[in-house]
Every structure is written in C-alpha cells, then in structure tokens.
C-alpha cells in the first residue's frame, strides 16, 4: 500500500481528505463518473503503491527483471493534484513517476498513455516538470476534451489527436512518425505507461477501432527505445479498458511484449 507521504508528492491535502479521510457507508459520488465505496480506499492504495514496488524493483533489477505490468484498479490518470475524476481517485502512474525522480534521482522520465482517453491529470500534474514527459494519443471528441497538440508544457507535453474510427494504421503512423522519436529523443532513464485498452474495437466507450495486435506493436517499440535509454526498465499501470475480453486479450499481448 502506497504511504500518505507517497501521494504527498503529486496530490494536495484536500483530495487525500477527501479520498482518504471521510468514514461513509454505502457509496458516495465525487463525480457523476466517479463513485467510491468503503473498500475504494484501500484498492486506491494499493494501485498508487503497486507502482511504487515496481519502480523500485525494476530500478533495482530485481531477479534480472526490468519490467513490470501493475494490473491494478482505479485507474489514474484522470486524477489532478486537487481532484479525483473520471473512475480515478488517486493518480497512480504520477505517484509512480515522482517516486522514480525523488527517490531514485532519475532526471528523464516519459510517461507513455495510449489510453483512448487523454491523461488530463498526469499532463497538470507534470506540465511544470521538466523531469517528467509526457506522450499522449487520444480520441478526439471524447472525455476529458483536452490535449490538444498546443498543449506543450514547458515543451515536456506530445499530445496527438486521432479521430474516431482511426484504427490502427493511422494509429501506429501517428506514434511511429510523430511520437516514438520524441520519445527516442528525450532519452528516457525510465519509461511508465499509461497502459488502457479503451482504444480496442471492441470497447464500449470509444471508437478507436485497434485490434489487439496494435497495442502489441506500440509495446515492442518502446521496449526498443527502453532499452535503448533507460537499461530496459519499463513500468506498465493498467488504465482503462471497458470490454472485459479486449481487456483480457489486450493485456496479454502487452505483457508478452514485456517479458
Ligand atoms: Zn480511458
């Protein structure tokens, strides 16, 4: 479980009083997406602190491995400093992420989000740290509406936008001539993914329209770029993913690619 002190890093007091703090019974509504119930607490906890013990064991090359895939719920990356949103309470790859630079000194590392959603909470959290990239492919149209590709930074942010019934050929030239490079060129000592699946054709939610395969290949160029920069260290965090087989078949496929 991830430590107060963990969350300090990238959230203010009044979200981790909120999400934290208040004793309720049944279920209570932060947003009109974003229930809690008295067990979300510690399934938060657990999500921000599963990316904890993977930065530290994949920095340490525990038992020769360099990767990670944290299966983990709630998803994050819609979570700001000052708010839980969008099914996330807590913003476990931004935890993941200032962990990597505080405890372990590291100076580049890129957060790599293929969620078909943008990750409108890790880019908030991070468009002042220069520490930290962020590389983000996103439906357009969709949930949180932002992310535009003005929405530089300190020239840290690569967003793109793909619109709806892209599919996967648009999809792996937008990565492949656009971002892939930005990330070679950052030169990443960690690589963390915001790894959801809501982008597969067959999720509810969006209309993307990739195929498993897909993902598959995205992960094996930045396993490449990983082991080009950062030793092959590479920490996966489930986001979303709505389609209960997507989500199984997706997952694997990543993971394979990890291994
Ligand atoms: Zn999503």
Redo the contacts with the bound molecule.
């Keep these: 479980m991830a430590k107060l002190g963990d969350l300090r890093r990238v959230h203010s007091a009044s979200l981790l009083d909120e999400v934290m703090e208040y004793d309720f019974d049944g279920y209570r509504m932060l947003d009109p997406d974003t229930v809690m119930c008295p067990a979300s607490r510690s399934a938060a906890l657990r999500a921000a602190g599963a990316g904890l013990a993977a930065v530290d064991a994949v920095m340490l090359a525990e038992a020769g491995r360099t990767t990670a895939f944290c299966a983990v719920r709630p998803?994050g990356h819609h979570a700001t400093a000052d708010s839980a949103m969008g099914f996330c309470l807590i913003n476990n790859i931004a935890v993941a992420a200032a962990h990597a630079c505080d405890r372990h000194g590291l100076e580049r590392v890129a957060i790599v989000d293929f969620?078909?959603?943008h990750g409108n909470g890790t880019q908030a959290i991070f468009q002042n740290e220069p520490r930290v990239a962020y590389f983000s492919t996103h439906e357009s149209g969709l949930y949180p509406y932002t992310g535009t590709p003005h929405e530089r930074g300190r020239g840290n942010l690569f967003n793109a936008l793909l619109p709806p019934g892209s599919g996967g050929f648009r999809f792996r030239n937008v990565w492949a001539d656009l971002m892939l490079p930005a990330l070679d060129d950052f030169r990443p000592q960690l690589l963390l993914v915001s790894a959801?699946f809501?982008a597969h054709m067959r999720d509810p939610?969006?209309d993307l329209m990739l195929e498993t395969e897909d993902f598959a290949w995205l992960t094996r160029e930045l396993r490449a770029i990983a082991r080009r920069h950062a030793a092959g260290r590479v920490v996966s965090m489930l986001?979303?993913?709505y389609d209960l087989e997507a989500l199984r078949d997706c997952s694997v496929a990543h993971v394979a690619e990890l291994r």
């Design positions: 998803p969620d078909v959603h959801g809501d939610l969006a986001e979303g993913g």
